[in-house]
T-cell receptor, first 115, second 117 residues
Framework: AQSVAQPEDQVNVAEGNPLTVKCTYS??????LFWYVQYPNRGLQFLLK??????LVKGSYGFEAEFNKSQTSFHLKKPSALVSDSALYFC?????????????FGAGTRLAVHP | EAGVAQSPRYKIIEKRQSVAFWCNPI?????LYWYQQILGQGPKLLIQ????????DSQLPKDRFSAERLKGVDSTLKIQPAKLEDSAVYLC???????????????FGPGTRLTVL
């Protein structure tokens, strides 16, 4: 079955330190990969996506993500965390099958950045 | 550019009652999606429209859920009758391509939080 795993329910980081939020996927073929962020009582906001090309993708708010095909991972990173980055982060995969532009989401990782 | 609009933002109903949610996508977006997000889980696709036609409703509980997008613009999602396990946030999203390309980014509305008592 196609699935996305975010192994950490919560990640705690001190402000100014680098952060990593992990994502691995189990999808055959060459899926497209996405990261979204969700703030309280708000919908999901698009951060970045990997389609093809350079394995390091840059997105909004200083976030980037590294695609690793051999490890089927797409980890979200930021060199220097801000308290305002505290939110719920979702990794999503588009399997590119069935003719539909569907997304399969992980369960989410809560990022807490402490002053 | 205005984002995806949804209403109401919150709804509380008794089980066995009916409820409807409304979504207006980003102007010009041909593809519209409804997702269900249960607390502690990621969103799960319920139904996808391309213009006013359904292209994927495989995850929609059709005995109680229905959705329509009559004029290819806004959409409504209905639950009748509601069950306790329907308590969730219902998210609407839209994307731009007329062909539903896999590269399309989906943009989400703020969601409707449904509580079924």
């Amino acid at each position: 079955a196609q699935s996305v795993a975010q192994p950490e329910d919560q990640v705690n980081v001190a402000e100014g330190n680098p952060l990593t939020v992990k994502c691995t996927y189990s999808v055959s073929g060459n899926p497209y990969l996405f990261w979204y962020v969700q703030y309280p009582n708000r919908g999901l906001q698009f951060l970045l996506k990997y389609i093809t090309g350079d394995n390091l993708v840059k997105g909004s708010y200083g976030f980037e993500a590294e695609f690793n095909k051999s490890q089927t991972s797409f980890h979200l990173k930021k060199p220097s965390a801000l308290v305002s980055d505290s939110a719920l982060y979702f990794c999503a995969v588009n399997p590119r099958s069935g003719g539909y532009n569907k997304l399969i989401f992980g369960a989410g990782t809560r990022l807490a950045v402490h002053p | 550019e205005a984002g995806v609009a949804q209403s109401p933002r919150y709804k509380i109903i008794e089980k066995r009652q009916s409820v409807a949610f409304w979504c207006n996508p980003i102007s010009g977006h041909a593809t519209l999606y409804w997702y269900q997000q249960i607390l502690g889980q990621g969103p799960k696709l319920l139904i996808q429209f391309q213009n006013n036609g359904v292209v994927d409703d495989s995850q929609l509980p059709k005995d109680r859920f229905s959705a329509e997008r009559l004029k290819g613009v806004d959409s409504t999602l209905k639950i009748q009758p509601a069950k306790l396990e329907d308590s969730a946030v219902y998210l609407c999203a839209s994307s731009g391509s007329w062909t539903g390309l896999y590269t399309d980014t989906q943009y989400f509305g703020p969601g409707t939080r449904l509580t079924v008592l």
